[in-house]
């Protein structure tokens, strides 16, 4: 009995190790922009929306699996990979909105770090936008690796602090259940939303940057590609599946937690209007309480901490691949200067864009038609990528993960059309 649970507790403690790419993806697709979103959606329709992120679930994650699967089979990045499916003018194309689209998200973050920060302890948000950038530009140019991918890891859990809230607040569960899994809002202004939750779980960014960590994973541990070494195939796609279906249930539940939240309180109260996650917020003091409000600014804090990196990071990895330059956060900036310059180019865009008088909300919302427009064409091509004998060898996907991928794209396709729809209306 003793030793069966000691060697169960070993087999946990082995596969909590393991876990990496797929759960910082996961949380990171939780930023503060994707918290205004969800705060939105609980605080104009209640629980009404719940819905969506239920049926997003088995989408993003077999998308996130795809690109993990392509980055760990064939130890490059989906940029690199994408090169063999669609012409490199196109690529490029696609990779170019795909960093602007970042930029403005990067400040959009920032910004509601910064916000955050000011509610909790004060002091010029401006310099504290600064100060965060400042902060993660660092940590990537200077901690190794392994510490950083470590470090990405602890810092998903600020998410639990949405968690927290639901459980300070009173929560209609008969409501909150039914709105999981029968759709009550279809009107033109719930499909906006919805479109914008589409647009928020299923996102480019997401995609090149777990690929990349499934490649860069290699790097650093010296091991082969699956497709050379296809003896490792079947632990390194148990351990991919494992981490990728936890990372987006994690996301998905985090995201659950904060529509719940904001469904028992400001829709509650009246309040259905919620521009930033920082407004989210401070709307949520004299209705939640001074705990509850501190427990959501510290979430939007700590998950800012882990987006900003990531978003630059994904952008930095899939130009570099796109240009043929030494890539990877194990090297260090003078070994990978076109690499590390892209870091610093997105995060200082980003402080940019918070600086101007561009409208936050404004900005998001053209980055959200940016990552829609630009995510159908690369989901499509990576479905490609995958069933092509030539890029994966013997590994090319099983019928039920691409039936799940194409019809995630399918689910964007019309998100998309929706979106310019809604805009030449």
């Known amino acids: 009995m003793g030793r069966g649970l000691h060697q169960a507790r070993e ?21 503060p922009s994707g918290i205004a979103t969800y705060s939105q959606a609980g605080a104009q329709f209640g629980y009404g929306l719940l819905w969506t992120l239920v049926l997003t679930y088995p ?27 669609l012409p490199t003018r196109l690529v490029a194309g696609l990779i170019a909105i795909l960093v602007a689209a970042n930029m403005i998200n990067i400040g959009a973050d920032l910004a509601a770090m910064g916000a955050a920060t000011k509610l ?3 002091g010029s948000q401006r310099l504290l936008v600064i100060g965060y950038a400042l902060l993660c530009v660092v940590l990537q140019l200077s901690v190794p690796y392994r510490q950083y991918a470590s470090l990405l890891k602890w810092l998903t859990l600020s998410l639990f602090a949405y968690v927290g809230v639901v459980l300070l ?13 029968w759709p009550r809002e279809l009107g033109a202004a719930a499909l906006l939303t919805i479109v914008a939750v589409f647009g928020t779980t299923i996102s480019p960014y997401l995609f090149f ?42 996301s998905n539940l985090v995201a659950i937690a904060i529509m719940l939240a904001t469904a028992a309180t400001l829709h509650r109260q009246g309040v259905t209007q919620i521009d930033t996650a920082a407004q989210a917020a401070e709307a949520l003091r004299p209705v939640a309480g001074e705990f509850a409000f501190a427990l959501f600014a510290a979430g939007i804090i700590g998950t800012g901490l882990l987006a900003v990196p990531v978003l630059a990071g994904s952008a930095a990895f ?38 101007s008088n561009l409208d936050p909300m404004k900005a998001l919302f053209w980055s959200a038609v940016l990552n829609g427009l630009a995510a159908v064409p690369i989901m499509a091509a990576m479905m490609v990528v995958a069933s092509r004998r ?23 396709a019309a998100a998309s059309a929706a979106m310019l729809v809604s805009l030449a209306s």
Do not use: C
Not at 323 to 343: C, D, N, R, T
């Open 11 to 31: 087999r946990l403690g082995k596969s909590l190790h393991e876990l990496g790419p797929g759960i910082v993806t996961g949380a990171a697709d939780d930023d």
């Open 59 to 85: 989408l993003m994650s077999a998308v996130q699996l795809v690109s993990a699967h392509i980055g760990r089979v064939t130890g490059a990045g989906l940029a690199s990979n994408l090169r063999q499916a």
């Open 120 to 122: 909790v302890a004060g």
């Open 169 to 181: 607040v009173q929560i209609d569960w008969p409501d909150a259940l039914l709105g999981l899994v």
């Open 209 to 250: 940057w777990q690929s990349a960590q499934e490649a860069e994973e290699l790097a650093t541990t010296g091991t082969r590609p699956i497709r050379r070494s296809p003896r490792s195939a079947p632990r390194q796609y148990r351990r991919m599946r494992f981490d990728t279906l936890l990372g987006m249930a994690f």
């Open 318 to 355: 899939a130009v570099a691949e796109i240009f043929g330059w030494k890539e990877g956060l194990e090297y260090k900036p003078q070994q990978a200067a076109g690499f590390y310059s892209i870091v610093v180019l997105a995060t200082a865009m980003g402080i940019l864009i918070d600086w």
């Open 390 to 412: 030539k890029v994966m060898g013997k590994f090319v996907e099983r019928r039920g993960l691409l039936f799940f991928g194409w019809a995630a794209t399918a689910v964007m």
